[in-house]
């Protein structure tokens, strides 16, 4: 069990180390970063599952293969409540922090709150069906959430600085819903044959414009000598 677990752990550690040392210009406290990992391991998952079960009584979709049911599933029971719980940590406990000093910390914490929750997520499915299904996610579904943070938190950044702050921090929230909606859309309509494919496809989309936004902040880092 120990070795399935640090299975479902190492993409994780692997991507908090990536953005950790990408944030170049000035570190954040480790205390706040590992408090942010627990709040999405525990506190996120556990707001999603009530969520969820609210969703099951005003939504109730049926198991079948109805593509408006499944396109409703990706975007708003599952892309909406994980994003939206992911977020109210990142807005509520972790922007209004003084050491949240740089645009490019909208990225650190959004990273960590979402690795929490993939790192939740994945011992849950690898515990379940092993290391096959570790190897899989570990190129797919753990980087897709970093992705999904790093969206967010390229705008979440952006708006502890400016004056228009909800409507930075909802198009955040926004961008990663779509993102990750259109991942999971595809992977739903698995029985339209071909169609995984643009699970992938959105997931490249993501990683690139991940890549882009890295990039934009720490090229216009306050703390940029």
Not at 13 to 32: F, N, R, V
Not at 92 to 108: L, R
Not at 173 to 201: E, N, T
Request: glycine share 6%.
């Amino acid at each position: 069990m120990i070795k399935l677990i640090l299975s479902a752990l190492a993409p994780v550690a692997l991507i908090i180390a990536y953005i950790y040392y990408s944030d170049i210009h000035e570190k954040e406290p480790k205390k706040l970063l590992v408090f942010s990992f627990l709040l999405g391991a525990i506190a996120s998952v556990i707001l999603a599952l009530i969520m969820y079960e609210g969703f099951d009584v005003i939504l109730p979709l049926k198991e079948n293969f109805n593509i408006q049911e499944q396109i409703i599933k990706a975007f708003v029971v599952v892309a909406f409540t994980e994003e939206f719980c992911k977020y109210i940590i990142v807005r509520y406990y972790a922007q209004p922090k003084k050491d949240f000093n740089e645009k490019f910390d909208g990225i650190v914490y959004a990273v960590m709150v979402s690795m929490g929750f993939a790192a939740t997520e994945n011992i849950i499915y690898v515990l379940q069906n092993g290391y096959e299904i570790a190897l899989t996610r570990a190129f797919t579904a753990i980087p897709a959430h970093a992705t999904f943070g790093i969206l967010m938190g390229y705008f979440m950044g952006k708006a502890k600085f400016r004056k228009n702050k909800w409507l930075l921090n909802l198009t955040g929230l926004g961008l990663a819903i779509l993102f990750h909606g259109l991942y999971d859309v595809f992977l739903f309509l698995d029985f339209i044959p071909g169609i995984a494919a643009g699970a992938f496809a959105s997931l490249i989309i993501g990683l690139l414009l991940s890549r882009k936004a890295i990039k934009n902040h720490q090229d216009t880092s306050r703390f940029k000598t």
